[in-house]
């Protein structure tokens, strides 16, 4: 019978006894070193957390030694911020926007063929898809036919494209990339990938709720541990959808700025620009949602700390 030093068993050494007929090897051990705790270490960890500072006054410390630390990064940060707060473009001249207008006017001709071929398109490819075989592994002769007239109208459409965009980046070559219209358009595509980036965020944390929800059913977990978990999931979900949207940004910021026909100095210069004004503003929103669940768990250890100190 296994027993304990005083000769003695526990309730919990009798439940595991019952069921294995006899002590795991090391158990003894084990459960010894989880009792042992050090008392130094912990009165240490009291003392640490009983004299942390405020918040406001960590944020401050924290602020300071990043930006000593990190002084180009820190400067870039905040000329972004700037940027995306303040900037609005350079007002173009009153002949430039009228020739712009005019050349914006005579591409509608080009916007119309690119949506009649946008139509023709999808309807041959709708014919073709509908045409095909079980599973679309086969196409007869008919399903040709209507695989031909989908590429026809595909290399259709590439032209209308092409033929859009050319005329429009004549129009925007007379205002250039650093006037209002293309900071205005930066700031569109900015904002349309960044909420496609927070949908994205919104739904993952949904379906993780979800699961999360019923994952926990067959297990004993509290509460607490169950709201950390998700509010955890939910920074991973943020961090991924907005990191995303920052990619997607930068991936079609370029042909943006090519666009508007800038030399190369200037596109680079235009490209680095409005990259930093957007990383800086995702940065500031993956800031504000870690800085609030990391200010919550401050300021719980500061005032369990407080209260140990006072009841010391």
Not at 56 to 65: E, F, K, P, W
Not at 153 to 166: I, N
Not at 202 to 208: A, G, T
Request: hydrophobic content about 45%; charged content about 20%.
């Amino acid at each position: 019978r296994p027993c304990t030093a005083g000769g003695e068993q526990s309730v919990e050494e009798r439940a595991v006894a019952k069921m294995y007929g006899r002590r795991p090897m090391g158990y003894g051990r084990q459960r010894q070193q989880v009792q042992r705790i050090d008392p130094e270490t912990s009165r240490a960890l009291m003392r640490q957390m009983a004299e942390l500072p405020p918040l406001t006054t960590a944020v401050y410390r924290g602020g300071a030694y990043v930006a000593k630390k990190f002084p180009i990064t820190t400067f870039l940060y905040l000329l972004g911020m700037l940027l995306m707060l303040f900037a609005s473009g350079i007002t173009v001249s009153e002949s430039a926007h009228e020739e712009y207008a005019e050349l914006l006017e005579s591409s509608q001709a080009e916007t119309s063929a690119l949506e009649a071929a946008e139509q023709r398109h999808a309807l041959a490819s709708r014919d073709y898809h509908q045409s095909r075989g079980f599973l679309g592994f086969g196409c007869d002769q008919r399903c040709q036919q209507y695989k031909a007239k989908a590429d026809k109208y595909d290399r259709e459409l590439k032209v209308a494209r092409d033929a859009q965009y050319a005329a429009l980046s004549e129009a925007k070559s007379k205002v250039g990339v650093f006037s209002m219209y293309a900071v205005q358009e930066a700031r569109d595509l900015f904002w349309r990938t960044f909420a496609a980036g927070k949908g994205f965020a919104k739904r993952s944390s949904m379906w993780d709720l979800l699961f999360m929800g019923i994952g926990s059913m067959g297990r004993d977990e509290g509460m607490m541990s169950f709201v950390l978990r998700f509010a955890f999931q939910v920074l991973i979900n943020f961090t991924m959808g907005l990191v995303g949207a920052l990619v997607a940004f930068v991936w079609y910021l370029w042909g943006l700025v090519k666009s508007y026909q800038p030399d190369p100095v200037t596109a680079v210069v235009a490209f680095f620009l409005f990259t930093v004004a957007a990383a800086s503003m995702v940065f500031t929103t993956l800031l504000g949602l870690y800085g609030a669940a990391g200010s919550t768990v401050y300021m719980m250890a500061r005032t369990v700390g407080q209260n140990l100190k006072i009841e010391g």
